[in-house]
């Protein structure tokens, strides 16, 4: 080979490895080991990521999480571990609030900051934490009180009751995320689902604790295995409940109304039009015309009842499956009458075999499980053509079209 020749390739080859360097120098700020990877040519690098490399990518995942949530639960779960087991050595019972505290709200608190990081849209926060905080702590807390106050003078043993407790409950939530949120002027379909989800879940981790208290006291005195089962359980379903079942309202209820009714009565007193601030003008909820905004408040309607629906289902699956269980038997011997007289005052029998029974009630609750996280996942597809659409109408329009894409027509 030519000296010229060899002299140009030795030339071309370590420019070329200058410029995988370069390119590799954002990556060194990341990972070394990413940068070790992207550093390589593409006839390396795609045997690069294996073995050793793949294992410590994913521990380094798991022990740095790119989201907040996975390290609350998991210290949240190690404390919480660690207060059960010194109550169980030590017998001691100053410990017990610890136990009932931690266990209740781990996994509500979890889920509220899982809200917490996805408030953003297009970069934008669609509502503030301090507004998810007073969302979770006073919209929590008077939804469970209003709640309580209402069930205790309205609901009584009858066919209806779980319905009348799941509309009571739903009701008390969303009146008190709208009493939080009813200052605010750019009031947007993402941002309901966030506070709505942090009223429900801020609700469920109060009611975990008095559900766990109640367990706790067992005729045969105070009971730490009780305890723990309940606060499992209602850990586990935790994340499938009220927190799903207000934020699918919310962000419904935001849809209709933009915004807060105290923020409408001023501008109106003012004699102006309420809007959004400008960080918020982008993916604002919009005000509708009329038949647009009639539709709206329907669909709000309806969202609400829907979940206030899901809501008595999951109460009162142990009734549904013991009714649908007994019903054979009933019209057969023509006893409906006796079936609902048992239903009403709550002491059905198990009919035949235990096995059939749990099936049927995991069968069902699994059923209501998944037809609240169908609403919760229309309500996010919804979001996000909503802010798509109002992304591509806000971006400028090339020279020579209309808004709609079109080229204008000459004029003959």
Known sequence: MEPEARHARDEQ???RQVAWAA????????????????????????????????????????VNPRFLWPRVFRIGLMMWGAA????????????????ILIGSFLVPVTCLIVAWEHRFAGGVP????TMVVRAATVGGLGGLLA???????????????????GLIEEAAKLAALLWCARMLTGRTVRGGLVLGASVGFGFAALESAGYAFNAMLTPQGLSLASLVDTEVLRAVLAPFGHGVWTAVAAAAWFAAYP????????????????????DLTLLRAEAPAAPRRRSARLVAVAAFLLVAMLHAAFDGINGIVLTVLNLPHALRTGSLSQLWSGLAQGDLPVPGSTLAYHVAYDVGLTVVILLG???????????????????RSALPTPPGLIADGTRPQKEL
């Open 373 to 391: 996280l169908s609403a919760l996942f229309v309500a996010r597809q919804a979001i996000r053509r909503r802010e798509a659409a109002t992304t």
């Open 259 to 278: 915004s807060g009714w105290v923020a409408v009565r001023r501008s109106r007193r003012r004699g102006a039009v309420p809007t959004s601030s400008p």
């Open 147 to 165: 709640a309580a106050a209402l069930e205790q003078l309205v609901v009584h043993q009858n066919l209806g009751m779980y319905y009348e407790v």
């Open 23 to 62: 390119s590799g120098r954002s990556a060194m700020a990341v990972s070394p080991m990413v940068a070790a990877v992207v550093t390589q040519p593409p006839s390396v690098r795609l045997t690069a990521l294996t073995g050793r490399q793949i294992l410590r990518r994913g521990l380094n995942r798991l």
């Open 126 to 129: 669609q509502v503030s934490t």
């Open 84 to 99: 059960v087991l010194v109550t169980q050595l030590t017998r001691d019972l100053t410990l017990v609030p610890a136990v």
């Open 13 to 15: 080859e370590s420019r």
